[in-house]
Structures are given as structure tokens and as C-alpha cells.
């Protein structure tokens, strides 16, 4: 079983930074690409920021330049740092990562979600 929990969310003023946390455990051989999603109610999921295994990264237009996603293979954990936020990043920030488990299968997983509110 695999379980990712988030932390980090919380109110912040526009203009300020929020860094939100990620972890990953359980019966996890391998993780692949990780990232972060953000949703609203009645609107789609989207992408916010996406990671290889290899580091290479990848950024929704509108936080480019604003937000960073790292990761830290050894302790399965990836990062979002926020910088100059604004109230339309306001939104429920999921985790996602690819895994594969000691079973050898690969599955896509979720967090349970962080609420991240930005006020003007």
C-alpha cells in the first residue's frame, strides 16, 4: 500500500509564499515523475508543476517564474515552493506520483489534498 500526504497549505496575503510538502511511504520500489495539481470547486483538476525522476521540470504558464517543484529521491518527498502569490492561486493542492510498488506494478497516486487560500 502507498500513501502520499501533503502539508504546508494555509492562508497567506497576496504577494507572500507558502511551501508545500509532500511524502510518500509504504511498498514503494520506485518512484517516476512526480507533481502538483490544483482544483476548484466545479472546475477541472489542472497541472501546476511536474517532475521526472531525473529532475527535469515542468510549469503551468501561470506560475512560471513563480513557483519552484523540487524533490528529494531519498526521503520520497517533493516540494512546491510558492513565491508572489496571488488570489487566482487560490485552490485545494494535490500531490500526484507515479510508483512502482514491490509488486512491480505502476499506478498513479494522490494526496488527500492541502487547501492553499491567497487574499487580496
Known amino acids: 500500500q502507498v500513501q502520499l500526504v501533503e502539508s504546508g497549505g494555509g492562508s497567506v496575503q497576496a504577494g507572500g509564499s507558502l511551501t508545500l510538502s509532500c511524502a510518500a511511504s509504504?511498498?514503494?520500489?520506485?518512484?517516476?515523475?512526480m507533481g502538483w495539481y490544483r482544483q476548484n470547486p466545479g472546475k477541472e483538476r489542472e497541472l501546476v508543476a511536474h517532475?521526472?525522476?531525473?529532475?527535469?521540470?515542468n510549469y503551468a504558464d501561470s506560475v512560471k517564474g513563480r513557483f519552484t517543484i523540487s524533490r528529494d529521491n531519498a526521503k520520497n518527498r517533493v516540494y512546491l515552493q510558492m513565491n508572489s502569490l496571488k488570489p487566482e492561486d487560490t485552490a485545494v493542492y494535490y500531490c500526484?506520483?507515479?510508483?512502482?510498488?514491490?509488486?512491480?506494478?505502476?499506478?498513479?497516486?494522490w494526496g488527500q489534498g492541502t487547501q492553499v487560500t491567497v487574499s487580496s
Open positions: 500526484s506520483a507515479k510508483i512502482i510498488t514491490y509488486k512491480m506494478t505502476t499506478s498513479d497516486y
Open positions: 517532475i521526472t525522476s531525473e529532475g527535469i521540470t
Open positions: 509504504g511498498s514503494i520500489f520506485r518512484i517516476k515523475a
